[in-house]
């Protein structure tokens, strides 16, 4: 019976994941930027949101505010930060310095968009906590996180279902704006040659920021569903990153649904390792993506749509 | 080792390369000055307070200098070094009191020890590319954490402290523990600046400029890289030990904290990655910085974190790159000069 309890939240719990990570892996797959700010910016929605309702708006208002707001942070924060770091690569071949063959590596345009946006992780990291100070904080849902509708003997939380369903839908959207609509088959084509795309006529600067504008709203979202069902405190961040990373590669690099299949796996392990030892929950979903990595290093779902 | 190299005799037509020059003598010179003042004559001017935190530099020197080994050498970024920084720790105070192996013998063991884990870690971290990378060894990191707090022999969620030293007169103490770390910087330092100059840190230089052409001429790309992760780790372990012996314990919660990667990011970003100065500099400044900023609680990592955003954007050579070419303290670049008809041609440097 229990176990039959850890299997349905685990599943559950994956919703979330999966909804957090949907943004990560939409930045990695259109510029390859791996965003190490992505989950203190989860965070700091939940903080947002929390302010909100803190100020006498009901929640649904202020999830209307935050995630507009997050997509236009996501717009700013790629066209002032990521797209100068990610212009370094191309503008230094010309450079005749004793360094140009260090900055002109491929190596140097990986590394300073991941340099910024790790500068920006601990910046805001301990922005936070001055403000809101250490404190765990959970936004208040109204009895909404305790509710629960009975399933035979188990009981089955109604917001984690929600926060599936919802994960399930921005996938499913994220998936249809990219293959369906101008502007995504744009951004994959972006994602595909940037050089070649400017050739059509598509501005890669713009579509890059586009790309981070839905990201950002989409973990605007995941950040509110993790401050109405988790403790939350301006660290946690650090973790909402490392469960978004694994989920996003135990599914598999470039596949949306793989990452719901991903975050799955990662809740599963996570509340089975924790029926087995409740201090081992977290160190269990680690454990499965490291062997996910040695077994299955392409994913479950390796690369099935281009995103 | 820091004279110029010989050019072998070339025949009229080939261009010289050398290595080195007055720069270089002059610079190794001034160096070494530091050094013996920092030996000779700064734990006698100052209190033991300040000498401890003169150790914390030098445990950040060997930090950021195999930071930079890693992602500006061997480029490869790593946001998980504080497992290794950790697992010095813990080795060293193990070692120092379960076993009962000297001080200066259980920090060296526990260098090896970081290079033992290393070693097998690398060949799970390396399928991981760029970013991907970075957030892969942060788990790794976080999985050493939580493995150590599981163990009971390890002092679980409260740490360790160390107990080799009881009975230590604190003034003998702090000085053997200020002179030796001393001595480890140096030996970090300047065995980083012998490895790129050998044959194996040529094929880094190559491995970190395009991977895919130094394999084709040769170069043995992924035992380079598994070479500088192992280093790199090594020395993470080795400052992780001394940052232990000077603070006399560790808890999992700080010495396994993502900070100490954030400050080895800082240090070589800000200094100028892919130097062996740059670290050097980058150190000294977070220190000061760290000293100056205390009071303000953690608005200290605010202030980094913008301000290593705003070097990767705006001078990306950091510190020591906004300074001419020719001052260079450790011989590594090549100079090539063309004997060109009648005039000389400008040198050209490379690295």
Known sequence: MDWLNAGVQGVLLGGQYALLACGLSLIFGVMRIVNLAHGVLAVLAAY?????????????LAVVVVVPVFAALGYAMQRGLFNPALAQVGGSDRSTSRSASRSASRSAGELAPLLVSFGVAVALTNLLQEVFSADTRKIPTGGLASAGVPLGELSVGVLPLITLAVAVAVIALVQLFLARTATGRAMRAVADDAGAAAMMGVDPKHMYAVATALAFATLALAGVFVGMSTQFSPGYGELVLLFAFEAVIIGGLGSLWGTLAGGVVLGLAQTIGAQIDPQSGVLAGHLVFLAVLVVRPGGLMPRSVPA | MTGPTPPATPPTTAPTVTRGGRGSWAGGGAMLLVVVLLAAVVPYAVTLGALSSLVMLFALVILGTTWNLLAGYGGMVSVGQQAYVGVGGYALIQLADAVGAPPWAAVLAAGLVGAAIALPTSYLVFRLAGGYFAIGTWVVAEVFRLVTM???????????????????????????????ALALMVAVVLGTCLLMRSRVGLGLTAIRDDRVAASSLGVAV?????????????????AGALIALSTLG????????????AAMIFIVVVGGIGTIEGPIVGAVLYWVLQQALAPLGTWYLVVLGAVAVAVVLLA?????????ARFELFPLTHHVRRPAVGATAPPVTGR
């Open chain 2, 150 to 180: 599981q163990i009971d022999g390890l002092g679980g969620g409260a740490g360790l402290s160390l107990s080799a030293f009881r009975g230590t007169d604190p003034v003998e103490r702090v000085a053997f523990v200020y002179w030796f």
């Open chain 1, 48 to 60: 947002l949101s929390l302010v909100l309702v803190q100020r006498g708006l009901p929640l649904w």
């Open chain 2, 250 to 261: 560790v808890t999992p919660g700080s010495i396994y904290s993502v900070n100490w990667t």
């Open chain 2, 222 to 238: 992924d035992r380079g890289r598994r070479l500088v992760y192992v280093a790199g780790s090594a020395g993470a372990a080795l």
């Open chain 2, 316 to 324: 990306p050579r950091g510190l020591w790159g906004l300074a001419p």
